[in-house]
């Protein structure tokens, strides 16, 4: 299996901050590290994530310091824009873990004077101290796990923080100069009404959060959830409370000040998470970690998955690769178009027409007409752009292209 180093000039770049490849500005250089580890594996969830063990930790952590060194010349001299510390639940991790990683991060390839720094938290584990060192370490976006406020679905879920547990994490965040912070909701959740999600959403607003992402449940096979739960029946919402809950969380996000800018995402303005949005642009970004995905100029990948399997190889001087491919053109194209068409932004078409080599108008024909015909989407001003009911059914309008 080739690394992404063996595809040559293809990936390679001089330049920093946005740059050209192929003749598509693109946006700054980004790097997602993810750590699998969490206090339990939730029954819904079916991330790359694993319970918390002190030895694996220690040596994930020596083995992504070796990989780092790696990895860090294929940002060729461009800095970071935006670095995201996934999971699992990274603030799970000692702040001085946490912090010596971001350090040889900040030492290897280097950030841009403005660079977000995210990271994934659960609000039970997170002290006052340990907020202060995160920021004093750089750490200048907070992602909290919330879930719900209602304790009877938090225990539902697995999860082990109380509602009390996340108005205090705000509360020290802010304290402790964070000021930019996400809350996760989840929604459609078994035994959930319609005014049970409103109330969750309300009790989120309050804590003013910058950012917001909405998430309806997914019973993902294999995964608790997954066996024991049928969508639509039963102690799940219907369809229809499910439209419900999202009427009503779309008049209450707005009226809080936040816009959506992504299927599930909404912020205020200025606030939209700059990670996420260059990969959804067809950005590049390194990555490190087990499991962890990255894309440099048409090249993707992804690690594999297990961190024992993960440390050996890196140790060992193998690439950890679980899978790698130079995407075409035509391939690239189709996937801004799948991503572009969950945000409001919507997708350019002079970008298409590049890797195209010809109007999209014409080679996209028959999708953009059915996608139209439907109320999903329509082209203005040099751009594919979905309407509200397109992003509350991007998966079908995205299959129309596929």
Known sequence: MQSPTQYGASWRSRTRGPHEICGLMVPGLGLYLHLPFCPARCPYCDFNSKTYDHGEARRLLAGLAVHLQRIAPRAQDRRLATVYFGGGTPAMLPAAALA????????????????????EANPGALSPAKLAALRDAGFNRLSLGAQSFDPGLLRTLGRRH???DTARAVKAARQTGFANLNLDLIYGLPGQSVAMAEADLKAALNLEPDHLSLYELTLAPGTPFGHRYQAGKPPLPSDQAIVDMEQTAKELVQAAGLRRYEVSNYARPGYECRHNQATWQGGDYLSLGPGAHGHLAGVRWAYVADPTEYCRMVQSGEEPLAMCEELSREQRALELILLGLRTVRGVELAAL??????????????????????????IAKGRLMPTEAGLNMADAAAALFA
């Open 100 to 119: 010596s990683l971001l350090e040889g991060i900040k030492r290897l390839v280097g950030l841009e004077p403005v660079t977000e720094v995210s990271l």
């Open 353 to 378: 027409a590049v890797l195209r080599g010809a109007d999209p108008r014409r080679i996209y024909a028959q999708p953009l007409a059915e996608l139209r015909r439907r109320g999903w989407g329509y």
């Open 162 to 164: 109380t509602p009390g």
